[in-house]
């Protein structure tokens, strides 16, 4: 039993994502945005230089990324820098996103992630012991924020067999001017294309990206408050946001922790296993 509808569910099996408008109320929202324009506000840009880019994975190679993990880390974008290296804007406009512990570490964003109707929700969809591997909050950035890339979510959180799902909140409205997501509905169908290997080099994929076509994508364009959940073969991919309204998102990533093994290739290791939602 859970909160989603037999009809939710069915076109969630058949297309690989679903939208469940006002799921987040405007108290949850306010206090998670709040909260990060706080975390934001006490951030020192000069003590790290981590760019985030979805294209050019050799950058977030660093400890500083394999740490986030289990930390509050910030990432910049790649347009927030001018040739002499300094931020070009206030660093309010500078970052791409911050990840990946907030769901344990901050109790605004823990309070949501680990709420009933989250819970419920992957209850919904079959869960026996789910656990949030990775929170992220995603800003758009008006002008630079950076496009993402057509992947899928199991590339990157890999169990054997696989079980991520996607929670993104939309904390903002999300339309296609400002960067929504867009999806290629029923493609979680045709499975997993590609994985996200760490090693002792670094991160890399293990193969190429196969080439989509556009015309294959359908945008997603949802109000503040409503979350889009992505089954983790989805193809989904976002654009760069070139108006001047940010993009706000949460993003959570959960995978189950029974009959299948988190996979020790993937970037994220615990050190301390996470807790789950709930263990049925
Ligand atoms: O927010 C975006 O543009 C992409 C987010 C995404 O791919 C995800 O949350 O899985
Ligand atoms: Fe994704």
Same mark, same amino acid.
């Not at 029974?258 to 709930?278: Q, S």
């Given at each position: 039993?859970?909160?989603?509808?037999?009809?939710?569910?069915?076109?969630?099996?058949?297309?690989?994502?679903?939208?469940?408008?006002?799921?987040?109320?405007?108290?949850?929202?306010?206090?998670?945005?709040?909260?990060?324009?706080?975390?934001?506000?006490?951030?020192?840009?000069?003590?790290?230089?981590?760019?985030?880019?979805?294209?050019?994975?050799?950058?977030?190679?660093?400890?500083?990324?394999?740490?986030?993990?289990?930390?509050? #880390? $910030?990432?910049?974008? *790649?347009?927030?820098?001018?040739?002499?290296?300094? @931020?070009?804007?206030?660093?309010?406009?500078? =970052? !791409?996103?911050?990840?990946?512990?907030?769901?344990?570490?901050?109790?605004?964003?823990?309070?949501?992630?680990?709420?009933?109707?989250?819970?419920?929700?992957?209850?919904?969809?079959?869960?026996?012991?789910?656990?949030?591997?990775?929170?992220?909050?995603?800003?758009?950035?008006?002008?630079?924020?950076?496009?993402?890339?057509?992947?899928?979510?199991? #590339? $990157?959180?890999?169990? *054997?067999?696989?079980?991520?799902?996607?929670?993104? @909140?939309?904390?903002?409205?999300?339309?296609? =001017? !400002?960067?929504?997501?867009?999806?290629?509905?029923?493609?979680?169908?045709?499975?997993?294309?590609?994985?996200?290997?760490?090693?002792?080099?670094?991160?890399?994929?293990?193969?190429?990206?196969?080439?989509?076509?556009?015309?294959?994508?359908?945008?997603?364009?949802?109000?503040?408050?409503?979350?889009?959940?992505?089954?983790?073969?989805?193809?989904?991919?976002?654009?760069?946001?070139?108006?001047?309204?940010?993009?706000?998102?949460?993003?959570?990533?959960?995978?189950?922790?029974?009959?299948?093994?988190?996979?020790?290739?993937?970037?994220?290791?615990?050190?301390?296993?996470?807790?789950?939602?709930?263990?049925?």
């Amino acid at each position: 039993m859970g909160i989603l509808s037999p009809e939710q569910l069915q076109f969630f099996n058949s297309q690989g994502y679903l939208v469940i408008e006002s799921f987040a109320c405007s108290d949850e929202i306010e206090s998670m945005m709040k909260r990060m324009e706080q975390l934001v506000d006490d951030f020192d840009p000069s003590s790290t230089a981590s760019i985030f880019s979805t294209k050019n994975q050799q950058q977030s190679t660093d400890n500083y990324f394999f740490d986030s993990a289990e930390r509050i #880390s $910030f990432f910049f974008e *790649e347009k927030a820098f001018g040739n002499d290296g300094k @931020l070009k804007q206030p660093k309010q406009l500078s =970052l !791409n996103k911050v990840g990946h512990a907030l769901h344990e570490i901050e109790p605004a964003f823990k309070k949501f992630s680990s709420s009933e109707k989250v819970s419920s929700l992957m209850r919904s969809l079959g869960y026996k012991r789910p656990a949030v591997m990775q929170s992220m909050y995603i800003f758009k950035q008006p002008g630079i924020g950076g496009e993402v890339v057509p992947h899928q979510d199991n #590339s $990157f959180l890999y169990t *054997e067999p696989q079980t991520c799902t996607g929670l993104w @909140l939309a904390l903002e409205d999300a339309n296609i =001017l !400002n960067g929504c997501l867009w999806t290629i509905p029923g493609s979680h169908k045709n499975g997993l294309v590609r994985r996200f290997l760490r090693d002792e080099d670094g991160v890399k994929f293990d193969r190429p990206s196969p080439s989509y076509d556009q015309k294959d994508f359908v945008p997603i364009e949802v109000k503040a408050g409503s979350l889009v959940v992505i089954h983790g073969d989805l193809i989904h991919q976002s654009f760069e946001n070139q108006s001047p309204k940010s993009r706000h998102a949460y993003s959570l990533h959960v995978v189950d922790m029974v009959g299948c093994k988190w996979a020790p290739e993937n970037w994220i290791r615990r050190k301390v296993e996470p807790e789950p939602l709930f263990v049925s």
